[in-house]
């Protein structure tokens, strides 16, 4: 079992600029692929960004330049540097761990844009 605990969401106005952090239990990253995942008002769960099996990141369309996804090995804690922040990017952001086999979710944490 996996435990992930984000944090660092809030209420930011439009331009402005965020940074979550999520932290596992126990190293994992040589073992699950690590990503972040959004649920906007209304809408289903998307992927925002993610690292792939080749090391590299893929990101949604509508954060591409905006959003980074990084992550501390040392600290078991993936981060998902947020700029340029615009209202729509208002949701709940889940932080994910998965094989496979398994699936993991963080219980989330808020992000509002708004002036």
């Known amino acids: 079992q996996v435990q992930l605990v984000e944090s660092g969401g809030g209420l930011v106005q439009p331009g402005g600029s965020l940074r979550l952090s999520c932290a596992a239990s126990r190293s994992i990253f040589n073992i699950y692929l690590m990503g972040w995942y959004r649920q906007r008002p209304g809408k289903q769960r998307e992927l925002v960004a993610i690292?792939?099996?080749?090391?590299?990141?893929v990101y949604a369309d509508s954060v591409k330049g905006r959003f980074t996804i990084s992550r501390d090995n040392a600290r078991n804690t993936v981060y998902l540097q947020m700029n340029s922040l615009k209202p729509e990017d208002t949701a709940v952001y889940f932080c994910?761990?998965?094989?496979?086999?398994?699936?993991?979710w963080g219980q989330g944490t808020q992000v509002t844009v708004s002036s």
């Open positions: 690292f792939t099996s080749g090391g590299g990141s």
């Open positions: 994910n761990a998965h094989s496979s086999a398994v699936n993991f």
